[in-house]
């Protein structure tokens, strides 16, 4: 029996003008870009349009890259198809808290702001670095952590797939810990072009103002499964909160996650967001599942023939 899950995406592949290419299609969504831009306390699409860089500034990469993404999952629902699971990487995660109804549009961009907010300035006090580690199994990538842990703070962050795992601390015990992966073998290990050391302990502060800030959400059940970075299970809905608080400083099982839906059943995957980087990921992780991804808005006649061709329209 077939299942399709939606994955949505990080940060990381932002570009300018995401997702304005489904307003011009759309125009119903002009309204959510409107409330977007009072929410956030600027106008959304003059930021996406705009040269001057602050799109790949943490307090605005993730209230964009959300808008962008939950433009294209509007997109998708026009297609009529059943979906059977959600998910997400990191940032990401929210956009399956919308899709799964568990918070509504002006909630998640409200607390995806916060989010970033306090990322950035947890970042700026608190600095660090990430890196990845290509071609080392993740208990030697876990292990070359340990080795470098007498310089200072450093983790696994994402176990991204067999192959790729990103480590995030404090300069100096990353930088040793990419020295040690590198004698354990692995075929590189580089620096990621990101402004802290995210999914990390020092994002505690962050977590810890998110968690004040969230807790006096309202929230509903998940109308369909929500795969969880922190555990790669479904979420339990009395744990949402610690969970939210928790993913911010603790790796995101990305991997793991995918391996669990595609051990409950799923067997098609969807990447809904700026780029393609899951979709690569997910291939990394289990060849024999069907892939494919809704990035821009022309290419949603495609995504409709894959769906067809897989029966999965209505």
Not at 103 to 128: L, S, W
Not at 158 to 175: D, H, L, M, R
Not at 193 to 207: D, E, I, T
Not at 229 to 255: C, G
Request: some cysteine.
């Amino acid at each position: 029996m077939k299942k399709l899950a939606l994955v949505f995406v990080g940060q990381g592949s932002q570009y300018l003008n995401m997702g304005l290419d489904y307003v011009d299609m759309f125009p119903e969504l002009k309204e959510k870009e409107g409330i977007a831009s009072k929410l956030l306390g600027y106008d959304v699409r003059n930021m996406l349009s705009s040269t001057d860089g602050k799109i790949n500034d943490t307090r605005y990469t993730q209230p964009l890259m959300m808008l962008a993404t939950i433009f294209a999952y509007e997109a998708f629902l026009k297609l009529n198809v059943e979906v059977d699971a959600v998910a997400g990487f990191s940032l990401g995660e929210h956009g399956a808290y919308y899709a799964a109804q568990v918070f509504n549009f002006e909630q998640i961009m409200k607390i995806v702001d916060y989010r970033a907010q306090h990322m950035q300035t947890c970042a700026i006090n608190h600095p660090g670095k990430m890196a990845a580690i290509i071609g080392l199994n993740k208990e030697l990538v876990d292990q070359a952590c340990r080795e470098a842990a007498d310089q200072g703070i450093v983790v696994s962050a994402n176990y991204n797939s067999p192959v790729q795992v990103v480590i995030s601390g404090e300069e100096k015990a990353v930088i040793k810990a990419m020295e040690i992966a590198k004698s354990l073998g692995a075929k590189r290990a580089l620096e990621l072009n990101v402004s802290g050391a995210f999914h990390s302990p020092l994002m505690k502060q962050a977590a810890d103002q998110v968690y004040e800030f969230i807790k006096k959400e309202s929230y509903q059940e998940p109308t369909v499964p929500l795969y969880m970075n922190t555990t790669a299970k479904p979420l339990e809905s009395s744990k949402l909160f610690d969970e939210m608080r928790k993913q911010i400083q603790s790796p995101v099982y990305f991997e793991q996650m995918i391996n669990q839906m595609i051990e409950d059943g799923i067997t098609h995957f969807v990447e809904i967001g700026p780029g393609t980087v899951l979709s690569g990921l997910i291939k990394k992780i289990n060849m024999n599942v069907e892939v494919t991804h809704l990035d821009q808005a022309s290419e949603l006649d495609s995504l409709k023939g894959w769906l067809s061709d897989h029966e999965f329209r209505k």
